[in-house]
């Protein structure tokens, strides 16, 4: 059981380039979520999703899309990077409605670090 | 919107010492969880508080959950090393999985 895995650790990209960002989850979950993470602003939330083939905007959409053609993936894309989106990307998945105990509690990948030149 | 906001931004100890880290919320809560996120890390879930005026400890840790739903805190004892990193508050948005997470109070040690 790995819970929650995340494609790349670490990238470098120039800007005007696009990347994909992979997560993966294998504990079933509903819900899954993208935040990035910035020094002294928290975790803001980019875009999540309540089920397969559904996605919602969250607090910091601008500039990303993102797809969740099967429950156990959630792809993060960047289709022309800014250096402005330089951060730390956290995926996120939860029970969500409906599941065990605490529906809500999130649990987090390793993050992915993103530097664009 | 809701907010989530946590005080202090930053907490310097001494190790053995206490302190308090708060949080605050503009709306009135379901639950409110804590995560801790360990310097290079990701953040993982400590507690969820559910119930108005609960209170919840974890060895040196303790979490309380205001009577009003909005406001909760995090005191912990005696300081150790191990609690070097970065608490997060957060509260769901109401009818709401979505999570609002407070900025952090990020805590360093003095050994």
């Known amino acids: 059981n790995a819970g929650v895995t995340q494609t790349p650790k670490f990238r470098v990209l120039k800007t005007g380039q696009s990347m994909t960002l992979l997560c993966a989850q294998d504990?079933?979950?509903?819900?899954m979520y993208w935040y990035r993470q910035d020094p002294g602003m928290g975790l803001r939330l980019i875009h999540y999703?309540?089920?397969?083939?559904?996605?919602a905007k969250g607090e910091v959409p601008d500039g990303y899309n993102v797809s969740r053609l099967k429950k156990q993936n959630f792809l993060l894309g960047l289709e022309s990077a800014a250096p402005s989106q330089t951060s730390v990307y956290f995926c996120?998945?939860?029970?969500?409605?409906?599941?065990?105990?605490?529906?809500?509690?999130?649990?987090f990948g390793p993050g992915t670090r993103l530097l664009v030149l | 919107g809701q907010q989530v906001m946590q005080i202090p931004q930053y907490q310097h100890v001494q190790e053995g010492e206490d302190f308090t880290t708060y949080c605050n919320s503009s709306?009135?809560?379901?639950?409110i969880q804590w995560y801790k996120q360990r310097p290079g890390g990701h953040p993982v879930f400590l507690i969820q508080?559910?119930?108005?005026?609960e209170v919840k400890k974890q060895k040196r840790l303790t979490f309380q959950f205001g009577e009003a739903k909005k406001n909760s805190s995090l005191h912990i004892t005696a300081t150790q090393t191990t609690d070097v990193g970065t608490y997060f508050c957060?509260?769901?948005?109401?009818?709401?999985?979505?999570?609002?997470f407070g900025a952090g109070t990020t805590v360093t040690v003095r050994a």
């Open positions: 709306t009135t809560l379901s639950n």
């Open positions: 996120a998945s939860s029970y969500g409605r409906g599941g065990h105990g605490n529906q809500e509690t999130q649990y």
């Open positions: 508080l559910v119930k108005s005026g």
């Open positions: 957060a509260g769901p948005f109401s009818n709401d999985y979505k999570l609002s």
């Open positions: 504990m079933n979950h509903e819900y």
């Open positions: 999703s309540v089920g397969e083939g559904t996605t």
